[in-house]
């Protein structure tokens, strides 16, 4: 990728809804140029899709849980099993698998600490292999990261 490719990225982050033509306009290119690049871009995967941002608390989504899992059991059948239940759990809106005194440390957006309660005992409690988690309700969101920061990869 060369700075007008990081360009282009940086520009359709900020507005997916660019035309091609103030898209070209604004990373110094003509239309067709500009319109190949972003197939190329699309067809090698480093442009995944494009997405409205949403409002979380407008869409009932803005009560946030972080929580800690800890697996009784961390062979890798039972990652995957666990890993295939988490993306069945429409509330989890992020897991990541850890190094340290836990396992996984997962995101949850619900409508209110009721929701949260269901899910957590319909669903979190119940996902294979779960041990113990910690609960930490978000009481204020400082920084939340809507786009990448957009840098030429290491060679």
Known sequence: MDR?????????????RLSIVELSRRVGLTKTPCAERVRRLEKRGVIRGYHADLDPDAIGAGHIVVVQV???STAEQ???RFNEAVRRIPEIESCHMVAGD???????????????RRVMGD?????????QTHSYVVMEVVKEARSLPVRAPAD
């Open 70 to 72: 800890l697996l009784s």
């Open 78 to 80: 039972d990652l995957r």
């Open 4 to 16: 007008i490719d990081l360009k282009i990225l940086a520009e359709l982050q900020a507005d997916a």
């Open 102 to 116: 836990f396992d996984y440390l997962l995101k949850v957006r619900t409508r209110d600490i009721h929701e949260y």
């Open 123 to 131: 669903g979190i409690s119940g996902l294979p292999c779960v041990k």
